[in-house]
């Protein structure tokens, strides 16, 4: 009994600590509701309020706390890098002994040396990386800087039959690269995070086993 509960714990900490899934931080909360204005004390009767100030000839754009705003994501990251590195040396000794004093000069015919020494090294490496991601999400403002940067961040859930797909994003904008049409594109986006996983049939299709996995974890290669 004490062997098969050894195995058991083995087995779910082999399940536990063997491949897992990197987390995003997204920003949290992925959404926010618009905050309740005060209502001023004195109504001065004039047609602008701070408050609830909008520009009457400018297209809808987000700026305060509950705003959508429509990101389109255009991610793509590629990077190389190659490094050759090589050494060659090479080194020959020759000496001899022809005569000496008080000895016949037909003493010393093998009296010779001769020594070479080569090294050779050479070297080659390259890593690449490539990422490409595409896409569109409505997200919600969060929070507004003193700077007037907005905070914002969204999630997005499809489901179809056994699977669900799951898109979340958070970043900080600068209102000024807001386009008409209320978008920005993720490139001009400060402090991004992407995320998108899949739940459902499809994901576990693509997972180890669990026994796979539990084997993985003790064997020592």
């Known amino acids: 009994m004490r062997a098969l ?3 058991a714990l083995a087995t779910l900490g082999g399940c536990a600590t063997l491949y897992p899934t990197p987390k995003v931080e997204v920003a949290e909360p992925t959404s926010a509701l618009p905050q309740v204005q005060p209502a001023p004390q004195v109504n001065n009767g004039a047609i602008f309020q701070a408050s609830q100030y909008r520009p009457l000839f400018e297209d809808h754009r987000a700026r305060l706390v509950g705003d959508t705003i429509t990101i ?3 991610e793509k990251v590629s990077a190389t890098q190659k490094s050759t590195s090589s050494v060659d040396k090479s080194g ?9 004093p008080f000895f016949s000069s037909n003493s010393f015919n093998r ?3 001769t020594g070479s020494a080569s090294n050779t090294f050479s070297g080659k490496g390259t890593t690449e990386n490539s990422n490409d991601f595409s896409g569109t999400i409505t997200a919600t403002v969060t929070g507004v800087l003193p700077n007037g940067h907005l905070l914002v961040a969204g999630e997005k859930q499809i489901g179809v039959n056994q699977n ?11 209102p000024r690269a807001i386009q ?4 920005v594109a993720s490139a001009q986006i400060a402090n ?6 899949g739940r459902g049939q499809q994901a576990d299709a693509q997972a180890m086993g669990w026994l796979a996995r539990f084997f993985l974890n003790i064997l020592p290669i």
Do not use: M, W, Y
Not at 180 to 183: I, K, Q, V
């Open 5 to 7: 509960l050894l195995l």
């Open 72 to 74: 389109v994501i255009v």
């Open 92 to 100: 020959k000794v020759d000496a001899g002994v022809t005569a000496l």
């Open 111 to 113: 009296a010779s040396a």
């Open 164 to 174: 669900v797909d799951v898109l979340r994003f958070s970043g900080q904008i600068d």
């Open 180 to 183: 008409p049409g209320n978008t």
């Open 192 to 197: 991004v995070r992407i995320e998108q996983r």
